[in-house]
């Protein structure tokens, strides 16, 4: 197309006689109308890339919108969402333009040189843009996949569109300035430390985020606390440089990657991986109203199913343990006897056993804590059948509903700070 467009200018100028270009810039006749001719050819050419770009963007990408909407395949409809074709679009023209351009500045070699530069510069940016359009399509497929579940994606989807990006960013400064890449690798040796503090927060993001997945610390959907930036809620997204928390409020907060690292977090995965969640909460019990348990409290607590076999059992066991260490009279202080909160404590525990709403596989068990200036802490641990956190909290209202009424049947009494009705009464 070149050889033939240069054969029909020359044929109106050199009549056949002399067919070389130096004859033809030589002409005098053509050197009045090389200006009418660059701008009839740019014009020409400028219509026809247009022409391209249209057909290009309505014709070629409509069918290729058409064919992956009728394709099983994801990976084409991700394409077309994120538009990736749209931008491939751009370098068909480019690339005419870039052809037909040693034509139409043939006789101008400056401004061959220049709109060379600029055009290649455009091709170059056009297919930078398509190919992080096609990392973004390519995050989607990926965080669809099972095997990356969780997976931090999005900071690696980021580190490669950021490493992409700085090797185009040498190709097109060098393709501007018309210098070789190495000549700005060596530039950009030199200037190492600015560009560490510059990209500061990247790197360390980077470098956590490897760290993040290498261990497993964290993956999406991942319930995490941390107090320092009053994050307590789900990770909906894991980025290069940060990773983003939605509160249970709704809220919200975005936290440096590398914090994950470098600051203490709770990561709340492993009770739900698991088949139940800790309850750890204790009774404050007055510890006045501790006892020993006299005869009639021992015969009305007999009468409670899950403790009535436990009682008999043990005072049989405490009689014997008397009978035969001589300690059967009532001086005898340290003589073995039931106490009213032993028998508390054993009826929690009971109670605990036959709760169905207890994962009874796991670690179960009910303690008395260092008595404190409160009263004495009766500590209840175990584990919910259930990690739903509203059911979760069901549960312990009910366990605890019940245990604050049934306390007073083992003539015990809740501590609790004094309140204005108490001083109120004294005053009386």
């Not at 740019?42 to 014709?59: C, E, K, P, Y």
């Not at 009774?283 to 009682?311: C, G, Q, T, W, Y």
Request: proline residues 3%; aromatic residues 12%.
């Amino acid at each position: 197309m070149k050889i033939l467009l240069f054969d029909w200018i020359k044929s109106y100028y050199l009549k056949g006689e002399e067919n070389g270009m130096e004859a033809l810039l030589a002409n005098e006749a053509f050197q009045d109308d090389k200006y009418y001719w660059m701008l009839g050819l740019l014009g020409a050419m400028i219509v026809a890339s247009i022409l391209i770009w249209w057909l290009t963007r309505q014709v070629l990408v409509g069918i290729i919108h058409t064919f992956a909407s009728r394709t099983k395949t994801k990976l084409d409809d991700v394409l077309v969402e994120k538009k990736f074709f749209n931008a491939l679009a751009h370098v068909l023209p480019l690339l005419f333009m870039d052809y037909f351009f040693s034509i139409v500045f043939f006789a101008f070699p400056d401004a061959f040189d220049f709109t060379t530069r600029i055009n290649d510069f455009l091709i170059i940016f056009a297919v930078l843009v398509s190919i992080r359009r096609f990392l973004n399509a390519l995050k989607v497929i990926l965080e669809e996949k099972p095997f990356f579940e969780g997976k931090p994606i999005g900071a690696y989807n980021q580190t490669l569109k950021l490493i992409v990006t700085l090797v185009f960013i040498i190709i097109l400064l060098s393709v501007i300035t018309d210098q070789s890449p190495t000549f700005f690798l060596t530039s950009l040796g030199a200037m190492t430390a600015v560009l560490l503090l510059v990209f500061k927060d990247t790197i360390l993001g980077f470098v956590g985020s490897i760290q993040i997945t290498a261990n497993d610390m964290l993956r999406i959907g991942d319930w995490v606390t941390m107090e320092k930036y009053g994050a307590d809620g789900d990770v909906i997204e894991i980025n290069l440089t940060t990773v983003k928390v939605q509160n249970f409020d709704m809220t919200i907060t975005t936290i440096p990657t590398y914090s994950f690292i470098a600051d203490s977090f709770k990561n709340w995965r492993g009770m739900q991986d698991s088949d139940g969640r800790r309850i750890k909460r204790s009774l404050n019990v007055k510890i006045d109203s501790v006892k020993f348990a006299e005869k009639p409290l021992l015969d009305r607590l007999s009468k409670v199913k899950i403790l009535s076999k436990f009682i008999v059992e043990q005072q049989k066991e405490i009689e014997k343990y008397n009978e035969e260490n001589g300690l059967v009279d009532d001086e005898q202080i340290h003589a073995r006897r039931q106490t009213n909160i032993g028998l508390f404590r054993r009826y929690i525990e009971y109670y605990l056993k036959n709760n169905p709403s207890i994962n009874q596989n796991m670690t179960l068990m009910v303690r008395q804590l260092q008595p404190k200036d409160n009263g004495l802490p009766l500590e209840i641990y175990c584990f919910s059948a259930t990690q739903v956190w509203a059911e979760y909290e069901i549960v312990i209202a009910d366990i605890f509903d019940h245990l604050l009424s049934v306390i007073h049947s083992f003539d015990l009494d809740i501590h609790q700070s004094p309140t204005g009705s108490d001083f109120k009464q004294l005053a009386k």
